[in-house]
């Protein structure tokens, strides 16, 4: 099992794991701040925080995601 050049490595999977594990991040955050809100309480804590880095994660998955389906092209 030797390395592959650059040219041959597919990065397909690790941007959809970027997007999946993002939106389960973001997900979290929804429901964490849905707590927060209905509670009046602080039980999940920085709830936005968390919706926001699910969204860059996933934009980020997406870009690289454009970005080797280009290469590909």
Not at 12 to 15: C, L, P
Not at 52 to 58: K, P, S
């Given at each position: 099992m030797g390395l592959k050049s650059l040219k041959e490595r597919n990065y397909?999977?690790?941007?959809l794991l970027?997007?999946?594990?993002?939106?389960?991040?973001?997900?979290y955050g929804?429901?964490?701040?849905l707590v927060n809100f209905l509670t009046?309480?602080?039980s999940v804590g920085d709830a936005s925080q968390k919706i926001?880095?699910?969204?860059?994660?996933?934009v980020l998955g997406y870009i690289q995601m454009e970005l080797e389906?280009?290469?590909h092209k």
């Open positions: 397909e999977n690790v941007a970027f997007i999946v594990i993002g939106l389960f991040i973001f997900v929804l429901i964490g701040w009046q309480t602080n926001t880095d699910g969204a860059i994660l996933t389906l280009l290469r």
